[in-house]
């Protein structure tokens, strides 16, 4: 493709992801296609001539879009939102088009130095102290991961770095029962081993029971283990749920073990300064982990890693053959050294577009409606006749069950609620997901995409309970 026909379907492209935009709410949230369908509508191998623009895009309508998710519909309520905006799109659009790797300061000096000053900028919108420093990931499992590499480094005084584990005492990583599935693997993945990950109890209202923490990190102390991280969850996938991060980071002190925070989707909400009494302790941690990717406008993937020392993590990663050397090394941070990939894409670029283009303001508004209507959206939930609130609102998430009729039994109860579950994603109204609380299936209505207003909910809400009420009738005896 010549640059003239580049400049012409640039211009085509637009005008189809504004259109895309504007009219998503005529595609269904989830899609709806089979496993295999769109398998099949590929050919088996690559062609060998070259195929004209026009039609790889008639291909790209016909075979692609029916299988996407369409994660920035209005009526997106499940997982976390991935939520976008077009400050960021816009930005993406130049970070592909420079194409620039940026693994070291001098293979673009502007995308480390803008990185440099975006995280200084969202941690002080978060409120994390001056003696943070903080780099751009690409995931919250993957810095979940440098944190766990930086606690085993520190617990085996740099033996992990240089010898590895083998031949030393195990060493244990705690989080919760609650906490994400990518704790575990992080240990796995640093050679842990699942075997010395320990699931920390949560107390009734939810949260790691410090108590229990304390008396594992004591027994394995007694049995020859070495406590290496604590790794506590400001807002659980599940249910929303926060750690005492005080009483942890009182631990964490005494014990001396590292303390790691993920707050990959809650973490967004401490721009808004009447959050921040909830991450009380997290002054203190010795890592931080949040997603612009889920929460701040800024399309995946964009998660902000924040460390008090990041000596202690380069430590790990840090390896500069001669190939590597660099002029910048002196006087800035060389990123590579700070995760697991030697590539880096120029994400700082979306962040400073959309954080100039909301500001500060814009963006704790749009947080604030999404707060605000997911209490109103709880006040609905408890006046509707047969459905509970599992859990109250938590920041933007809440979770509820259908219950119609007392004399269900637990295990019919749960099927009620999937096929509940079923019935509204396959009718492509909106889109919902579940999780286990408290041994029951509950369905979690989380509002974070950045085109909802509150008559989306309404109408998601509506949707619920009609097709609730149609179900009752089919699944109750
Ligand atoms: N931690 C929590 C609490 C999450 O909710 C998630 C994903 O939803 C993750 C970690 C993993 O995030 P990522 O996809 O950025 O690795």
Request: one cysteine or more; hydrophobic letters at 45%; aromatic letters at 8%.
């Amino acid at each position: 493709m010549d640059i003239e026909e580049f400049r012409a379907q640039a211009h085509r492209f637009s005008d189809w992801m504004a259109s895309y935009l504007a009219g998503i709410e005529r595609y269904p949230v989830r899609s709806q296609v089979a496993a295999g369908q769109i398998l099949k509508l590929l050919p088996e191998s690559c062609p060998n001539g070259g195929e004209s623009m026009d039609a790889i895009f008639a291909d790209f309508e016909r075979s692609i879009m029916p299988g996407i998710t369409h994660w920035q519909h209005p009526r997106f309520f499940a997982y976390f939102s991935a939520n976008s905006s077009p400050p960021s799109v816009l930005a993406e659009m130049l970070t592909a088009t420079l194409g620039a790797q940026c693994m070291l300061w001098e293979t673009s000096p502007a995308a480390t130095e803008l990185e440099l000053r975006m995280m200084q900028w969202l941690r002080d919108l978060v409120g994390l102290p001056g003696e943070f420093s903080g780099c751009i990931q690409d995931s919250a499992s993957s810095a979940t991961l440098c944190a766990i590499l930086a606690a085993c480094n520190r617990a085996s005084a740099g033996r992990f770095a240089q010898e590895g584990l083998a031949g030393g005492p195990p060493l244990v990583l705690y989080t919760s029962v609650d906490a994400h599935s990518s704790v575990e693997k992080g240990a796995r993945i640093a050679g842990l081993g699942a075997a010395n990950v320990r699931k920390i109890a949560c107390v009734a209202e939810g949260g790691m029971d410090a108590l229990a923490l304390e008396s594992a990190i004591a027994a394995d102390r007694a049995a020859g283990r070495v406590p290496a991280a604590i790794v506590a969850s400001f807002g659980t996938t599940g249910v929303g749920a926060i750690d005492p991060l005080a009483d942890l980071a009182a631990i964490a002190r005494r014990q001396q073990v590292y303390l790691h925070v993920d707050g990959a989707w809650a973490g967004s909400a401490l721009i808004l300064p009447e959050v921040r009494a909830l991450a009380a302790g997290l002054e203190q941690a010795d890592s931080f982990v949040f997603n612009p990717h889920k929460w701040l406008l800024t399309n995946f993937d964009c998660s902000a890693f924040f460390l008090r020392n990041p000596a202690e993590l380069t430590a790990v990663l840090a390896l500069t053959p001669s190939y590597l050397e660099s002029a910048g090394a002196a006087h800035m941070p060389e990123y590579r050294d700070w995760s697991v990939p030697l590539g880096r894409r120029f994400r700082a670029l979306k962040l400073w577009f959309v954080l100039r283009s909301y500001g500060a303001d814009g963006l704790r508004e749009l947080l604030r409606e999404h707060l605000a209507w997911t209490r109103r959206l709880a006040q609905r939930i408890e006046q509707t006749p047969g459905f509970v609130l599992t859990t109250p609102p938590r920041l933007a998430l809440l979770s509820f069950r259908y219950q119609p009729d007392a004399a269900l039994s637990q295990a019919a109860n749960d099927a009620l609620n999937e096929a509940l579950l079923q019935g509204i994603n396959d009718s492509g109204a909106l889109y919902l997901t579940k999780t286990r609380h408290q041994g029951r299936t509950v369905i979690r209505f989380m509002i974070g995409q950045t085109y909802t207003r509150w008559h989306h909910v309404e109408q998601a809400w509506d949707a619920i309970v009609q097709t609730a009420r149609g179900l009752k009738t089919q699944s109750i005896p």
